[in-house]
């Protein structure tokens, strides 16, 4: 059975720049070569006006730390011009200062996570590299200047279940709980393709079902996990968005992942995603139509 996939994506994933300012151990952005540094304004303009009234959400960013970009206020402000937008972010919270959190609040942000992934410092410290302290002022600062505007703002706190850090995981709840955002989210650790998978799991993929992804030179990839551009699907430089989504390349990729074929994929043959996943239920349950 197949998945029924929608004549436009939902969700759309802009790198508008390459850059990070963490130096996460379990993270391949370190590894990036692809390049500008940042995606030139014409290229992104580009995406979002070729979706325009679609009722699309926005992610600008991919393998990378979004509001090290400047322009951030500026692109946020361009995609909610449509009223059928919405824009969201995660951000590891070190660049979203309260200058900047002011503005993005300001521009219309419809939701932002933060992955601050520890309450400890030295737990912090070992997964992200970066200031603890400005990590939790900006974050605080952020939660409660969104909770007391007119805004409506979704916020979320992530930390992920590091091996040892169950204790740390209840102190880090109870924490974040005062602040009162959306949701304190606990996430298991994944690995990205070719990450020291050696077989292929013949197994479909729910990554793709409505979500593109476009790289900081305006190159469509199949997945957000492809960090070294092994399934291109397109140019956005070249095609419309849309002609992407419905072109031949993607239509190949998503026959084969739908018959659980992901060996005939190079980006595919070697990623776990979904391995514990009960498809046969997905199936079963008439999911699919939940995506016409």
Partial sequence: MRLNYLKVPRYIQIETTISCNAT?????????????????????????????????????????????????????????????????FNTNGEPLTPKRADEI????????????????????????????DKVYANVGYFLKTANASEKNITTEIRMIRFPGTEEEQKEFYEYWQDYNPSSIIF?????????????????????????????????????????????????????????????EILKHCRELLDEGKRSEIHLCSRCDAYKDYNFDEFFKNGKTQELL
């Fill in 187 to 247: 996430t298991d650790l994944y690995r990205y393709p070719w990450e020291g998978q050696t077989d292929s799991l013949n197994l479909p993929c729910l990554k793709i079902i409505d979500e593109m992804f476009f790289y900081v030179d305006g190159r469509a990839t199949l997945c957000c996990w492809d960090s070294k551009e092994r399934q291109i699907v397109g140019d956005v430089r070249e095609e419309h968005v849309l002609d992407i989504w419905n072109g």
């Fill in 105 to 132: 609040i300001e521009a219309g942000v419809d939701t932002v996570r933060f992955s601050v992934d520890g309450i400890k410092k030295e737990t912090f410290d070992e997964a992200r590299g970066i200031s603890y």
């Fill in 24 to 88: 996460c151990w379990f993270c391949p952005q370190k590894f990036a070569t692809r390049r500008p540094m940042f995606m030139t304004n014409d290229v992104w303009k580009k995406i979002i006006d070729d979706t325009r009234e679609l009722g699309v959400t926005y992610r600008p960013f991919i393998l990378n730390e979004p509001f090290i970009d400047k322009r951030m206020p500026q692109i946020i402000q361009y995609i909610k011009e449509d009223p059928t937008a919405s824009v969201e």
